[in-house]
């Protein structure tokens, strides 16, 4: 692998690629036009792809800062940080609330994230396959300590929960008030989750 720096004029060309392509995604969501990125950054297609050779390498440099402070977010958390000393059923709430937020722009994100956990789990991945690894793993540590303090229910999975999460945060692109949806979307979601909340009947009759 080269570990060389790069050279000031690629550098420039890498910083104006990821500043031109969050723009655009957060115009056209994250299925926007790779070589319209390209044109509008002032560069050609092929500069653009020895970059960045994949759709998720590009979206993986837009949603690094965001990536990380959620992380890190977790992690502050998870140590006792800001809120955390609180019902922890609360602070995963929370911290699921942040995260539907981010993930609400670009348009697509969720989606993007949810199929990059699914393609990890087969075997394969991307450049965010890493990425939503971590938020799924800052999932099941925030989640198993609600449940080892017996505010949310034990029979409930990290990765399930996070596409649950995501689910919500798709419809919610398409509701007239998208975070408004998704808060009161997630608040349903944990009255189920919940120790008090009524259990699965495994799909029988009432």
Excluded: K
């Excluded at 104006?16 to 056209?28: D, G, K, Q």
């Excluded at 959620?70 to 000393?85: C, I, K, Q, S």
């Excluded at 697509?108 to 799924?136: D, H, K, N, Q, Y």
Aim: hydrophobic letters at 45%; aromatic letters at 4%.
């Amino acid at each position: 692998m080269d570990t060389r720096p790069m050279r000031a004029d690629a550098r420039r060309n890498h910083e104006r690629l990821v500043a031109t392509a969050r723009a655009a995604f957060l115009e056209h969501g994250t299925g926007a036009s790779l070589d319209d990125i390209a044109r509008r950054a002032g560069v050609g297609s092929g500069t653009l792809y020895r970059h960045f050779p994949t759709r998720d390498d590009l979206l993986h440099a837009v949603l690094r800062d965001w990536i990380d402070a959620l992380l890190a977010d977790a992690e502050a958390l998870l140590a006792g940080g800001d809120g955390a000393g609180g019902d922890s059923g609360e602070v995963l709430a929370g911290w699921l609330r942040a995260y539907l937020s981010g993930a609400a722009a670009p348009r697509g994100t969720a989606a993007v994230l949810v199929e990059a956990l699914s393609a990890r789990a087969g075997g394969t991945c991307t450049a965010l396959g890493g990425p939503a690894r971590a938020i799924c793993d800052a999932t099941a540590r925030l989640l198993a300590r609600a449940q080892d303090a017996g505010t949310v229910r034990a029979d409930v999975d990290a990765r399930d929960l996070l596409r649950l999460a995501n689910a919500i945060g798709i419809a919610a692109e398409r509701a007239p008030e998208p975070a408004a949806y998704a808060g009161r979307m997630l608040a349903l979601l944990f009255d189920g989750l919940r120790t008090g909340g009524r259990p699965p009947d495994g799909g029988g009759g009432p």
